[in-house]
């Protein structure tokens, strides 16, 4: 049994949803949203809060020392930080075309870290 | 550098002037030069690594860099002449445009110009923060150049003065890269960007945030080693009594835009006093006949998708100047601002065909419904000065407008239960 509160995001109203869940984590009960679009936006974020990732990987260009990079899909947002942890190591050599993998499967999340830009030399 | 002249021409490599110049090169004018001080286009899009661009344009969830890649390779295709590290120093009434670059000084006709020049951020100096003047102030801007674009932190302990979305983006960022962000500060009862940012940059990663306060001092000598904030009363000026001291060794801040519009003054153009930007017809073209403007040198934009969408619209304006030689300048009805409305754009509308007003409330409010004269009454069950609006006025509500008017007042009222 358990209560969260859950900020809708959906549209400027930023609803606080209360979802209501049994002992075993399945949600009983959704209150607080002022439409459809709320509580499934709620339920979906209290069962799996994920977030796209973005952040920067160093290069061995000589023009420019970043490259952004994303996610591919949402990594569970307690996994943000320790995903960060894995960047200091990594160098992308150029040529990169947007979207190809930079690390794979970023702190075993299920998630690839792309390019999010070319990088031509 | 030799070039004769432009049909048109476009000032910015942004967004705006992305989209403007492949608008104006589709629709039929060949000779359309893109200016960009910068070494490469795209503008701003290159420091904000963040997704959440493109959601209404391309209905997809896009980085910064990735939106500004799909109009770059646009533009490429299109053969649009692209100046690169070229700056325009000067525009006059007629349309003669001064460009400067490392090959010298250039001199040049315009048919059409299209300014694109985007918007920059408030200092602190406009603000006007007292105590010492150590390093470790930034602009939240300059914060991000400095980590998504050379590779630095600014800073290890942050404080942040605004709560706009550039401040809470870059207070998710600084905090993946391993700062500590020790305190948002904000001087308005409510946060000042969009509600997912509040929930993604500020509460996924408690990031404290303290509403009606504001930084009353500065404190170090060679480096920032201390703020003082303090809350404000109804009149924002600081409580006596309320100050707290948060040690940090850099003030990020985060305290608004402002359109760039240095070059518009010099040809001529009318500015907005509330906007900052220029005054403009629904064709987005300003007082000085054939130069027209887009995106955040308008207005200051929410969302780079309503950027774009302008940029498009400018450019399509400018073209069908070009090819006609002349304004399409015909009836006007000005659009006036009432009740709880701070601005609208464009400033006045030609009242005959369908077109898309933008707006903004003064002040945040509930259940409320916005009248447009007596042509549209659409009610709104939140509004936010954060969240611009889009009204769509139709062209069977304009027919119902009284001949020869010339006003439609625009208000946001409270809707009694």
Not at chain 1, 40 to 67: H, M, N
Not at chain 2, 27 to 40: I, K, M, T
Not at chain 2, 395 to 402: A, D, H, T, Y
Request: with cysteine; glycine share 10%; hydrophobic share 40%.
């Amino acid at each position: 049994m358990g209560e969260s509160e859950i900020i809708c995001i959906l549209c400027p109203l930023g609803c606080r949803v209360a979802v209501t869940s049994d002992s075993s984590g399945n949600v009983i009960g959704v209150a607080g949203n002022e439409c459809k679009l709320g509580e499934k936006y709620a339920i979906d974020e209290y069962r799996f809060p994920a977030r796209i990732l973005t952040a920067t990987a160093i290069t061995q260009s000589s023009k420019r020392k970043l490259l952004p990079i994303r996610s591919n899909k949402p990594i569970p947002k307690g996994k943000l930080l320790e995903s960060m942890y894995h960047l200091p190591q990594v160098r992308v050599k150029p040529p990169v075309k947007i979207g190809q993998v930079v690390v794979p499967n970023i702190a075993n999340t299920g998630a690839d870290l792309i390019a999010a830009d070319d990088m031509i030399e | 550098m030799t070039l004769d002249g432009a049909d048109i021409l476009v000032i910015g490599g942004g967004p705006a002037g992305l989209a403007s110049a492949i608008k104006a090169k589709e629709s039929g004018v060949d000779n359309v030069v893109l200016v960009e001080r910068a070494e490469q286009l795209g503008g701003l899009l290159h420091q904000c690594i963040h997704n959440g661009f493109g959601s209404i344009y391309f209905k997809e969830d896009l980085t910064g860099p990735e939106y500004a890649r799909r109009f770059i390779e646009k533009v490429q295709d299109l053969n649009v002449t692209v100046l690169l590290e070229t700056m325009v120093l000067r525009i006059t009434p007629d349309k003669r445009v001064t460009l400067c670059n490392k090959s010298g000084l250039v001199s040049l006709e315009a048919k059409a110009v299209i300014l694109a020049m985007g918007c920059r951020e408030r200092s602190r100096e406009a603000i006007v923060i007292p105590g010492t003047r150590p390093a470790g102030v930034f602009t939240a801007g300059t914060a991000q150049r400095i980590v998504n674009v050379e590779g630095y932190l600014p800073g290890k302990n942050i404080v942040i003065l605004g709560s706009g979305d550039v401040g809470m983006i870059m207070a998710r960022r600084l905090t993946l890269e391993g700062a500590k962000v020790r305190a948002v500060v904000e001087v308005l009862p409510y946060i000042g960007g969009l509600i997912r940012n509040e929930v993604q940059c500020l509460y996924d990663f408690s990031i404290p945030v303290f509403l009606e306060h504001t930084v009353t001092w500065v404190h170090g000598k060679q480096r920032v080693e201390a703020v003082t904030i303090a809350k404000v009363d109804k009149e924002r000026q600081p409580i006596r009594g309320t100050e707290r001291t948060i040690e940090c060794d850099c003030l990020l801040i985060s305290v608004g835009l402002i359109p760039e519009n240095d070059l518009s003054i010099k040809a001529g153009v009318k500015l907005d006093p509330i906007t900052g930007g220029p005054i403009v017809n629904e064709g987005l073209e300003t007082n000085v006949p054939g130069i027209f403007v887009g995106g955040n040198v308008l207005h200051v934009n929410d969302l780079v998708d309503n950027v774009t969408l302008e940029g498009e619209l400018a450019g399509q304006s400018a073209a069908k100047y070009v090819m006609r030689g002349a304004s399409l300048a015909k009836r006007k009805v000005n659009l006036v601002a009432g009740e709880n409305i701070r601005y609208i754009v464009p400033q006045s509308i030609n009242g005959e065909k369908e077109v898309t007003i933008h707006l903004r409330t003064k002040e945040p409010d509930e259940n409320c419904t916005i009248q447009v004269g007596d042509i549209l009454a659409k009610p709104f069950r939140v509004v936010k000065p954060s969240e611009m609006i889009a009204l769509k006025l139709s062209s069977g509500g304009l027919n119902k407008m009284q001949q020869g008017a010339t006003e439609l007042l625009v208000s946001c009222q409270r809707v009694e239960k």
